[in-house]
């Protein structure tokens, strides 16, 4: 079973529509949680961290079920730029280890 | 954030031959650089962990001998793609992590897309 499961898309959402990514993780031992995004043929880059107590970003909002071994993250008012993929990402024990990915979910935002 | 570096962006090599990819955290000391692989449409795929002045731990399935890193110093790390084949094809990503990264955030590297013919 893989570390961390994400459901590949694609999702095509229309600008200003409202879109959930969900993702399942597998190790109760996991420490902490991220949302990292990727554009097509680049590098991941760090969108957000995840906290228990759940937290947003602007647009942009987290959560995460220790219970269910569940994160979320939620984008309100699609904007064109966010088309990407976006990848969860878990750290099992220490914060300086290594990262665990799913494979990402693609999201396209079309005006 | 900080920046890490990669270099070259793209190689393209004939099969047999070796490759060297650098990786070099620009402005701040990496005391751990992680190598990924990246298939098309796939997750990224961690090869190894390096820390500076020690052997690397490589994941399991990734053969040592033929990815060779060393990480002689704070701010680079490189791997080395030796013999290297067509299905050695892929994008390459390093990051790297600091003491003081206490979120755990790593840096990416840009990547390298390595094309075997």
């Known amino acids: 079973r893989k570390e961390v499961e994400q459901d590949p898309g694609p999702f095509n959402v229309p600008e200003g529509a409202t879109v959930a990514f969900n993702c399942t993780y597998s190790?109760?031992?996991?420490?902490?949680f991220f949302w990292y995004r990727q554009d097509c043929r680049k590098e991941p880059k760090l969108l957000m961290s995840?906290?228990?107590s759940g937290n947003e970003d602007g647009r942009f909002t987290a959560q995460l079920n220790r219970a269910s071994q569940y994160i979320s993250l939620l984008i309100r008012d699609s904007k064109l730029s966010d088309s990407a993929t976006y990848l969860c990402?878990?750290?099992?024990?220490?914060?300086?280890?290594?990262?665990?990915f799913g494979r990402g979910t693609q999201l396209t935002v079309w005006p | 954030g900080a920046v890490v570096s990669q270099h070259p962006s793209r190689v393209i090599c004939k099969s047999g031959t070796s490759v060297k990819i650098e990786c070099r955290s620009l402005?701040?000391?990496?005391?751990?650089m992680f190598w990924y692989r990246q298939f098309p449409k796939q997750s990224l795929m961690l090869m190894a962990t390096?820390?500076?002045?020690?052997?690397?731990?490589?994941e399991q399935g990734v053969e040592k001998d033929k990815f060779l890193i060393n990480h002689a110093s704070l701010t680079l790390s490189t791997l080395t793609v030796t013999s290297a084949h067509p299905e050695d094809s892929s994008f390459y990503i390093c990051?790297?992590?600091?003491?003081?990264?206490?979120?755990?955030?790593?840096?990416f590297g840009p990547g390298t897309r390595l094309t075997v013919l």
């Open positions: 990051s790297a992590t600091s003491s003081g990264g206490g979120r755990g955030e790593q840096f």
């Open positions: 190790n109760s031992a996991s420490q902490s």
């Open positions: 995840v906290y228990s």
């Open positions: 990402v878990v750290i099992v024990g220490s914060t300086l280890g290594r990262l665990y």
């Open positions: 402005d701040f000391q990496a005391t751990t």
């Open positions: 390096s820390n500076e002045g020690s052997k690397a731990t490589y």
